[in-house]
């Protein structure tokens, strides 16, 4: 996926199904950023849902836009043992409050990958 491509997803698709008090510079779209790069999918979106009081996602969401060998529900099982998705651990991970807002306006943060959230994962499969 080409910057100006990605650039344009994110403009004109999420920003526009997704209220802008959800998305930040720690926005996460590290689990699709993951399948693709161990070569699970082309192409990839993930959701995730929440319910407040419950750690673990409620759901989870996979589209690959056929570009995938693997089904739905191997995709779930190898998200599912590769991370872990409670809130708590995503911010230990991710790390999000580390001060690195200059660095994200200076120069974005999309392909950058002295930002852990855009480092994909090597996944086991």
């Not at 673990?56 to 991370?83: A, H, M, Q, R």
Request: net charge positive.
């Amino acid at each position: 996926m080409t910057a100006e491509l990605q650039k344009e997803i994110l403009h004109k698709i999420v920003k526009q199904v997704i209220p802008a008090k959800y998305l930040d510079d720690r926005t996460i779209y590290h689990i699709a950023k993951s399948l693709v790069a161990a070569k699970l999918a082309h192409q990839c979106l993930v959701q995730l849902s929440y319910a407040i009081g419950v750690a673990k996602p409620l759901s989870i969401f996979i589209e690959t836009y056929g570009t995938s060998e693997k089904s739905l529900d191997e995709l779930v099982s190898i998200i599912k043992e590769n991370f872990d998705m409670r809130p708590g651990v995503i911010v230990k991970e991710l790390d999000p409050a580390k001060p690195i807002y200059f660095q994200t306006a200076k120069n974005g943060h999309f392909a950058n990958q002295n930002f852990s959230w855009e480092k994909p994962k090597a996944l086991k499969f």
